[in-house]
């Protein structure tokens, strides 16, 4: 970078002022596409970005090409960005000095720093950065909201070969004059309004071109050389069969400065016949609409390309990048105020500041009120029927639920009287006669003594055998019929059923058991117990798992266990279709208990089943006298 030049003492004040508008500068990381120009100081982590605005900060243009450049940058997470911006304000300080100055502060800012990217906005910017070429002599810059008209100044420039532009949309200027062709096909004489300034002329200069693709002989007749007062009394002079094209007016002839949006809505106050504008931000402030420019759009399609370029990457059509930042819009009011009729829109075409008529805003009223008039007899005896029939229903409904619970209570009833008289037939008959069996193997072996040792360890193996039968008759016993619930209570139940099940199926089981209170009722500790077992038994068969967790403790209110393995799981939408016998089962009984029961799996991801069962409220609680 060169050094700054001293500055001439008559720029002093215009230097200060601009000085005060120090750059918004902040952190973004921003996903995007233009011609890859290589960034400068790729090494570095962080990207440097100087974004040039040619009007003030709270301009409507500069607000909404702001708006664009953050969402585009709004979805990019993995490149780190610095932006700066500088607001120019170059329509309202247009003498060499204020440029020269304005030239040197930026130098003074930049001039030390490296920058990856520069960003001009709108015309007077990317002018600036033409007639100040060395002011960022190697960077790569980005030239959007411009006219179709300055492509060829930028192509002579000495920037073209670093600079990439986002052209305003020439389609939507031609698109636009002929739809005043189309919606007032009787117009004869069309008043272009616009500014003096550059930038009003070079967006001029683009509409008349834009005009000769108008058949017919219709003429266009030019007011940019007017000043505002001159402009607004004619405009309350035109003819019927006239239209009006509004450009823009930063700058009229008596070197007034002014926002445009402004002065439309001023000509739309002085003039009968339609307006046509080019620019979204117009629409609503008096003209027609149609094809119209979007800034917000202009802003977006700059920040997607200023990553493509950051990125060092190569850019999708640059030659036409601006091509899709138009939208189709329309003004209901000015379209009925100038009787223009809907089926003329294209298509896609969306239609803002629609006031519904009185059909439209009442219409469903009317019609429902016609309808109940009408029908109210049939809707009466409907309802009574409809009534009816619910009530028997629900009635009907009642009576299964009851039915069902009753059934599923005896049937629980009827399998745990089953189990109780199969641990006593195991515990009183089998387990006995298998325990004197091997009472008598022990006798032979020990008269076995002057047999051959291969038949004494046949005779000792066998007694071996009988007793480990013994053992898991006894065991499953117990299981059946667990005693200890009685005796020592649900925690130690648990504890011993979870070490013989993994003693007898090889499956590493540990049992998390909060202190359980003792007054837990037998049913309901029970049914958590045989839930439990049956759930143990399921993995033991189908969940092919190496460990398995079983928790339970005591809220003041609910008993509460979950069973967890790291089996193969299953799909539980699968298996409520198709539930087996172990499911139901431990479901039965959960809702028999008032409780409830889910399961949580999915294939390759084990299983897990949570209860929860209500425990009756404690005496002490009944008890309790009321607070107060």
């Known amino acids: 970078?060169?050094?700054?030049?001293?500055?001439?003492?008559?720029?002093?004040?215009?230097?200060?002022?601009?000085?005060?508008?120090?750059?918004?500068?902040?952190?973004?990381?921003?996903?995007?596409?233009?011609?890859?120009?290589?960034?400068?100081?790729?090494?570095?982590?962080?990207?440097?970005?100087?974004?040039?605005?040619?009007?003030?900060?709270?301009?409507?243009?500069?607000?909404?090409?702001?708006?664009g450049i953050s969402e585009g940058l709004a979805g990019e997470k993995r490149l780190p960005l610095h932006l700066s911006s500088e607001y120019l304000e170059l329509s309202r300080f247009r003498d060499k000095e204020h440029d020269k100055a304005l030239s040197d502060l930026l130098r003074q800012r930049y001039g030390n720093s490296p920058i990856d990217l520069v960003i001009g906005v709108d015309t007077p910017a990317a002018t600036f950065l033409m007639e100040h070429d060395d002011l960022f002599p190697v960077t790569p810059i980005l030239l959007c909201s411009i006219p179709e008209t300055l492509r060829e100044r930028i192509k002579t420039s000495s920037l073209n070969s670093r600079v990439t532009s986002i052209f305003e949309p020439a389609d939507a200027l031609r698109m636009l004059v002929r739809s005043i062709e189309q919606f007032k096909p009787a117009t004869k004489e069309v008043y272009l309004v616009s500014g003096v300034y550059e930038n009003d002329q070079m967006r001029a200069e683009a509409l008349r071109q834009a005009f000769t693709t108008i058949a017919g002989d219709r003429r266009l007749i030019d007011l940019t050389n007017y000043s505002l007062g001159q402009i607004l009394e004619k405009c309350e002079q035109l003819p019927p069969d006239s239209a009006l094209l509004f450009s823009t007016m930063f700058v009229d002839?008596?070197?007034?400065?002014?926002?445009?949006?402004?002065?439309?809505?001023?000509?739309?106050?002085h003039t009968e016949v339609p307006i046509f504008g080019p620019y979204e931000s117009f629409i609503g402030h008096g003209i027609i609409g149609g094809p119209l420019i979007s800034l917000r759009l202009q802003g977006k399609k700059a920040a997607e390309t200023a990553l493509t370029l950051l990125r060092g990457q190569a850019v999708h059509n640059p030659t036409d990048l601006g091509a899709d930042t138009w939208v189709s819009l329309y003004d209901w009011q000015q379209l009925q105020r100038h009787a223009i009729d809907e089926s003329l829109l294209p298509p896609n075409s969306t239609i803002l500041f629609r006031e519904a008529t009185m059909w439209e805003l009442y219409r469903h009223y009317i019609i429902g009120v016609l309808l109940v008039l009408a029908v109210q007899s049939i809707l009466i005896i409907g309802l009574v029927f409809n009534l009816r029939q619910r009530k028997k229903a629900q009635a009907a409904l009642c009576d299964s639920q009851k039915a069902l619970k009753n059934l599923a209570g005896r049937l629980i009833s009827s399998q745990e009287e089953e189990l109780s008289r199969l641990s006593r037939e195991f515990h009183d008959d089998y387990a006995q006669r298998l325990a004197a069996m091997a009472i008598e193997t022990g006798t032979l072996e020990l008269q076995s003594a002057g047999l051959d040792a291969p038949l004494k360890n046949q005779i000792s193996h066998l007694k071996g055998q009988l007793i480990n039968l013994s053992d898991d008759i006894h065991a499953l016993s117990r299981e059946l019929h667990p005693a200890i619930l009685k005796d020592l209570g649900l925690e130690r139940a648990i504890r011993s059923l979870c070490l013989n099940f993994s003693d007898r199926e090889a499956i590493s089981v540990t049992s998390h058991i909060d202190t359980l209170p003792d007054d837990i009722p037998l049913d309901t500790?029970?049914?958590?117990?045989?839930?439990?077992?049956?759930?143990?038994?399921?993995?033991?068969?189908?969940?092919?798992?190496?460990?398995?967790?079983?928790?339970?403790?005591?809220?003041?209110?609910?008993?509460?266990?979950?069973?967890?393995?790291?089996?193969?799981?299953?799909?539980?939408?699968?298996?409520?279709?198709?539930?087996?016998?172990?499911?139901?089962?431990?479901?039965?009984?959960?809702?028999?208990?008032?409780?409830?029961?889910?399961?949580?799996?999915?294939?390759?991801?084990?299983?897990?089943?949570?209860?929860?069962?209500?425990?009756?409220?404690?005496?002490?609680?009944?008890?309790?006298?009321?607070?107060?």
């Not at 087996?580 to 409780?595: D, F, N, W």
């Open 1 to 67: 970078m060169t050094a700054a030049k001293r500055i001439n003492p008559t720029a002093l004040p215009i230097l200060l002022f601009l000085s005060c508008l120090y750059p918004a500068s902040f952190l973004l990381a921003g996903p995007d596409q233009v011609r890859a120009a290589e960034p400068l100081f790729s090494d570095r982590t962080e990207k440097r970005v100087v974004i040039l605005y040619s009007t003030a900060r709270d301009f409507p243009a500069t607000k909404q090409v702001e708006q």
């Open 253 to 269: 002839a008596n070197d007034r400065h002014f926002i445009p949006k402004a002065v439309l809505q001023a000509i739309a106050a």
């Open 525 to 628: 500790a029970l049914c958590a117990y045989r839930v439990v077992q049956e759930g143990l038994r399921n993995i033991a068969k189908h969940a092919r798992a190496h460990r398995a967790d079983v928790f339970v403790r005591c809220t003041a209110n609910h008993l509460l266990a979950t069973i967890e393995d790291d089996g193969t799981g299953f799909d539980p939408g699968c298996a409520r279709h198709t539930p087996g016998i172990g499911l139901a089962s431990m479901r039965e009984r959960v809702q028999h208990a008032q409780g409830e029961f889910t399961i949580q799996s999915a294939p390759g991801q084990g299983t897990t089943i949570h209860l929860s069962i209500p425990l009756p409220r404690r005496d002490h609680e009944k008890t309790a006298p009321a607070p107060g």
